[in-house]
């Protein structure tokens, strides 16, 4: 079996829709502003990447937005373009679909309203959706009610290495006969005190008030990373399923593979991320010769830059292409990995390296990528990703027309 | 306070509680499925119909099938008929 990536959705602070998140992305262009949802006194981080002008009444039926939390509005939306860029036919066959989406947080803003309905009113006033808009799973059983999906269906409770998982766990959903699969990760973390709360005790996030220097990852100046939001979801089949349909092809999942350091730190030393990447490596049957650019985690903080900097040079002796066009927006937990999967897709069709917004200079001894979109012949990207539970996970993704 | 709820306020109350709009006509010939009121959207309802009145409905309320048989029971305490309207 091959897995391949035949459809894409995204929402992120570049907008709704993968056209826009492409454009900001390959210019390189910088989304990170104020948090603007409520007074960040008493916090120490001050700026974020946010989804702009969401209205999810513009996107979703009004049952569906009353009963769900921000992280699953994203998540809907982005199963919706996901849908309908791979002309996936969901109708005759129910059971053919299933869903994965990722969540590191669940619905805390959709909780901590509720929550604060309990202190000032009281029990009677916490409202029934309370017992399900949290849960991380909610996004998963939504797309599924919405759209009659009733294939194989679950959760990754997962940091930003969820969507990686989810492509690697997509093999045996549709091994076991599931025809499609719709996963994903979604994150809504800013869009409450108590979200950024569950933040900021972690010591990783940026405490800089300047947009364009406050998340600087792999440079001397870099601080910890800007918190996103935002979810991306991709429509997962079997090549030859794919093709059968008439499907377009827009990437294959050549091999994934993914580590557990069980430490409360992004991977110490390194290891378990270079494990993760040789491993999604060996799976795709290719040296470090043929990968062609590499999506890094990117965390921004000089201690875990310097580990994955390490590993990079260990894995490529000879040097590869790195780039992190989440610098531009920030890191969105579940979302992030989700959207780095989409990045990689997007610029092995266009056949450019987006950039790393902000940083000027290629430091630490990598073929960073910066200032300006790098256009190369792309066949084959590395996606690797870390999470602050000690989670590490590479995906290998590949041109169709090379794979 | 009343001790009264009317159909009007009834389709506010499913809008602001379970998302679902719609009009007085529909409302009173529709069951709570019909309109896409799941069970969690009902107990919304019947919850901010209980702070309203300042006294509980009863289990039963939960369970009533369309938002005709809800106003019955609450202005005239009538039983709940499982039945579709």
């Known amino acids: 079996m091959t897995v391949v990536i035949t459809g894409l959705g995204t929402v992120s602070p570049a907008g709704v829709g993968t056209d826009g998140y492409w454009d900001a992305v390959s210019e390189g262009r910088s989304l990170i502003a104020p948090i603007p949802d409520f007074d960040t006194d008493g916090f120490h981080v001050r700026l974020c990447g946010k989804v702009p002008g969401f209205d999810p009444h513009q996107h979703i039926e009004g049952r569906y937005v009353v009963q769900t939390d921000a992280f699953s509005w994203f998540a809907m939306v982005a199963a919706d373009e996901a849908l309908r860029d791979s002309g996936l036919d969901t109708g005759t066959d129910p059971y053919a679909t299933g869903v994965l989406i990722c969540s590191c947080a669940g619905g805390v803003e959709f909780g901590q309203h509720e929550i604060a309905a309990l202190w000032s009113g009281g029990p009677d006033h916490v409202g029934p959706y309370q017992s399900i808009a949290w849960f991380y799973a909610a996004s998963t059983g939504q797309i599924s009610i919405r759209n009659g999906l009733k294939g194989m269906c679950g959760v990754l409770v997962t940091d930003e290495p969820g969507m990686l998982d989810a492509l690697g766990q997509s093999e045996g959903a549709l091994r076991r006969g599931t025809s499609a699969m719709l996963v994903g990760g979604s994150e809504a973390p800013l869009g409450s005190p108590f979200s950024l709360a569950c933040q900021a005790g972690a010591d990783v996030l940026s405490a800089g008030d300047d947009p364009s220097s406050a998340y600087l990852p792999f440079t001397e100046r870099a601080s910890g990373y800007v918190p996103a939001e935002g979810a991306a979801v991709a429509v997962a089949e079997d090549a030859a399923t794919a093709r059968a349909r008439g499907a377009r092809i827009r990437a294959v999942v050549a091999g994934h593979a993914s580590t557990f350091g069980g430490v409360g730190a992004f991977d110490p030393g390194g290891a378990g991320l270079l494990h993760a990447a040789r491993g999604a490596m060996d799976r795709a049957g290719i040296g470090p010769d043929d990968v062609d650019v590499v999506f890094a985690d990117a965390v921004g903080t000089p201690k875990a830059d310097a580990d994955e900097a390490a590993m990079l040079r260990e894995l490529f002796p000879g040097g590869v292409p790195v780039t992190a066009p989440k610098a531009g927006f920030g890191r969105a937990y579940a979302g992030a990995g989700a959207l780095d999967v989409a990045a990689a897709v997007l610029s092995l069709e266009h056949q450019v390296i987006p950039p790393t917004p902000q940083v000027s200079d290629a430091p630490c001894g990598l073929d960073l990528v910066v200032r300006v979109p790098r256009v190369a012949p792309l066949r084959t990207a590395l996606v690797l990703s870390r999470g602050l539970g000690g989670g590490n996970s590479a995906v290998v993704l590949r041109h169709p027309d090379h794979a | ?85």
């Open chain 2, 1 to 85: 306070m009343s001790n009264h709820i009317t159909i009007e306020e009834l389709v506010e109350l499913m809008s602001t509680c379970a998302g679902v709009r719609t009009d007085v006509g529909t409302a009173v010939t529709s069951t709570f499925e019909d309109l896409g009121v799941d069970s969690l959207g009902v107990l919304g309802v019947v919850s901010v119909i209980e702070r309203r009145l300042g006294r509980k409905l009863g289990a039963d309320a939960e369970a009533v099938p369309s938002p005709a048989a809800l106003v019955a029971l609450v202005n005239d305490g009538a039983p709940v008929s499982t039945e579709r309207v």
